[in-house]
């Protein structure tokens, strides 16, 4: 069963959700729909993340790639240009930042897609429609705590409380 | 006079960004065509170029690199836009950029797609331009990692796909709500560039981190990318390329001449699509100051290569020296430092004269006076060479004219397209967050 | 010595002697017989496209009556550290086993970054397709390839006489000896003012020549290391 209580202000929806905390809702239960990011206090609804790991990692590994890569080739197909060594760390220095940088890209870009979730297939719970300028908070909860639920979510302030149906 | 953009009602806001996205008007269809044909001769003029060889252009031993390259390292340097813009003024949160870095974005991305077609156009062979990238083959054969042009193949290509993703990031909010009310062609297009969004909290995450990451990347990327253009030069032993200073220097010229790209951008766009609420006067007035600002720290540095090359009176140099200072190119040199220092300096350094409109003379000036400046790096070093028996003067043919205005042909093209696709102020980051304080 | 005994390998160089250096440009015109080396028309050498692998500089001093000309062939100065091998995206150019910098016609994909990097401008380009006037296109030598458009080409050292030479001698089961190969530019020269031989050669004559007291070399200060040594009085 799902709920979705809107809200036109980030305070009582925070209300709302430590309230509900309070109450033994995890996290998970809860979601925030909105048209703008809102900007929560800490430890309202903290989101795990580990983009910026993701992004280091993507960045060394392709540093080491390039690395390989270049120092294989370039001793491969051996031939002396203008006295230099075959494999010079400054001469392709340049090369190996860029595929860093290249690597910390794309490594964030596909870390974003599998954070926010946006390409999975289409989730059973269903999405409310939100006004702009409002902020709606779903909340997961079981046939028998509708009332509550409902009774909190007025309390903390919210201008209504609907059931969600399939399509929100 | 400020308008505070807070009292401005969202419904407003939203309509007011979306409503150029739907018809054209009949100086659209306009501008549209007049960009198509000046693109389209230079089309025919590369066309011609590769059926007969690079004859066709003005240049000669030893003017082996001419206007292509000038144009080349100009957008470059174009496509700093963007990354000022966006990632330094995002890392300091500086608010008043936001209805602004979708303008610039776009500049980036479009300015790097027709500077790294330069490359291309410039080769003897250009057809044959893919054996720059090392890919397994018959031969054998890999490439060249030690060159500087292996260094830009990179470097372009990182930057090319840091910007495009920097750009579409912070698309996707605007996409989904335009799916929702978008219909045929247009709305199977937004539903599938938008992935499902929904705004739920988690993706907003998501989507703040990665922006947030990205900033900072891409600042360093692009520091890097105009320094490795440059390097095209310092590393050669040519007679006044082969300089230290040329890595910041161009990174400086870069960001100076992005900023006025998007000044310029931006005044067309305000006055196109009557946005004056969105992009208002306190806009133009601090990309203004920042354009003073780039215009001095460009003087700084051209005086330091200049005045080191003079004081040090070696004579490879000099001879190189004095082409650009009293030789043929002078005129090129001080019309560049008219247009890149005393006009700025005068139209924005003095209170009163500062307006949108100064701004915007300013910033064609900067953009011409900038191209200039590449033409005076380029070409005197090259025509004056070491064994004076093969001094040369370079003069660009219609072939590389006609190829060169057709690259802004192609980049107004670009920008009319992008702007009825999408709204180009970003209106998720346009409403004012609670917490933030402009 | 016997042919199969292991010698060290050659390093080609070349020596010209200024003073008796008259200018007359033989050596120009050789080399185009030997190397096919296109045809210019009055527009294109008016343009600076006119192709000389071999070009004759001439510097003048003083006034008139009192001028005194200068000649100095230029040609490729083959250097040990070339400027122009390193910046070359697609290893069109490197230096091979024996000191030469050779030129990969068909792996030039004509990016020109090379002829920047000389600091002799002694890289040239083929703008267009090379062209002859009839009957010229008859004259072209088997052993040395025609250039298409769009790729940078210079002095060889003449390899294909280099390779021919060679060749030769290990057919007749002899040792190679310093005067069997010639460049076409040494070859034809009426006032013997060039010598091409192997450097690492103590006993030939370009060795001898390299050691005068009068050798210098071109632009030494860069650093290059050209393999071209120029005889000239000191002052």
Known sequence: MYLAGDFHAMEPAAAAIMELKANAFDTDDLAVFSDEPVEFPRGVLDRPSHMSLASVLGGITFLLLATGFVYFTQHNYPLVTGGMPLFSFWATGVIFYEMTMLGAIVATFVWFLKESGVLRRRSPAPTPKVEPGWICLRVRCAAEQVAEVTHWLNRAGAASVKKLGENG | ?438 | MSVEEKKPGHRWGMAIDLDRCTGCQACVAACHAENNLPVSTPDSAAKGRAVHWMRVDRYYEGEFPDVRVKYMPVLCQQCDEAPCEPVCPVYATYKNPEGLNVQVYNRCVGTLYCGNNCPYSVRYFNWFAPEWDTPLELQHNPDVSVRMVGVMEKCTFCIQRIRRGKQDAKEEGRLLRDGDIQTACVQSCPAEAMVFGDLNDPESKVSRWAESGRATRLLEELGAKPKVFYLQRAK
Request: positive net charge; proline residues 5%.
């Open chain 2, 1 to 438: 006079m400020v308008v505070a953009h807070q009292v401005i009602p969202y419904d407003e806001v939203r309509d007011d960004l979306w409503r150029p996205l739907s018809g054209v008007s009949r100086r659209y269809l306009v501008v549209l065509v007049c960009a198509f044909l000046v693109g389209l001769s230079g089309l025919v003029a590369w066309g011609y170029q590769l059926r007969r060889g690079l004859g066709v252009t003005g240049l000669q031993r030893p003017v082996f690199w001419g206007v292509y390259i000038v144009d080349f390292v100009f957008w470059i340097g174009i496509s700093h836009a963007g990354t000022l813009i966006s990632a330094i003024l995002r890392l300091t949160d500086a608010g008043w950029r936001k209805p602004v870095t979708r303008a610039a974005e776009a500049i980036t991305v479009f300015a790097l797609a027709i500077g790294g077609m330069f490359p291309i156009i410039h080769l003897g062979r250009a057809w044959l331009f893919y054996w720059l990238v090392p890919y397994p083959n018959s031969r054998l054969l890999w490439v060249n990692f030690r060159s500087p042009l292996l260094w830009d193949l990179t470097a372009i290509l990182t930057y090319m796909t840091g910007s495009v993703i920097y750009l579409y990031l912070p698309l996707i909010p605007d996409i989904g709500q335009l799916a929702e009310h978008a219909t045929g062609w247009r709305g199977f297009l937004y539903r599938k560039l938008s992935l499902g969004w929904t705004g739920s909290d988690w993706e907003w995450h998501a989507l703040e981190r990665a922006i947030k990451l990205m900033a900072g990347i891409i600042l360093a990327v692009a520091v890097s990318v105009h320094t490795v253009v440059s390097w095209d030069f310092a590393m050669a032993i040519a007679p006044m390329w082969h300089s230290t200073i040329f890595g910041p220097y161009f990174v400086t010229g870069a960001i100076f001449s992005g900023i006025a790209a998007l000044l310029l951008a931006m005044a067309i766009i305000r006055r196109a699509m009557h946005l004056e609420k969105y992009l208002t006067r306190k806009h133009f007035n601090n990309l203004a100051k920042l354009l003073l600002l780039m215009s001095l720290l460009w003087l700084y540095f051209t005086m330091a290569e200049n005045l080191t090359v003079w004081y040090g009176n070696e004579p490879k140099e000099m001879d190189v020296f004095g082409a650009r200072v009293r030789g043929p190119y002078a005129r090129y040199f001080w019309t560049m430092v008219f247009l890149n220092f005393v006009v700025p300096f005068v139209l924005l350094g003095i209170r009163r004269l500062r307006s949108v409109t100064t701004a915007t003379i300013s910033s064609v000036a900067v953009l011409i006076g900038m191209w200039l400046e590449r033409y005076i790096i380029v070409v005197p070093t090259l025509s004056f060479s070491r064994l004076p028996s093969a001094w040369i003067n370079y003069g660009p043919s219609w072939v590389e004219v006609a190829i060169t205005a057709s690259t802004f042909a192609a980049m107004a093209m670009l920008y009319l397209g992008f702007s009825k696709l999408f709204p180009i102020v970003s209106v998720w980051e346009f409403e004012p967050h609670p917490a933030e304080d402009d």
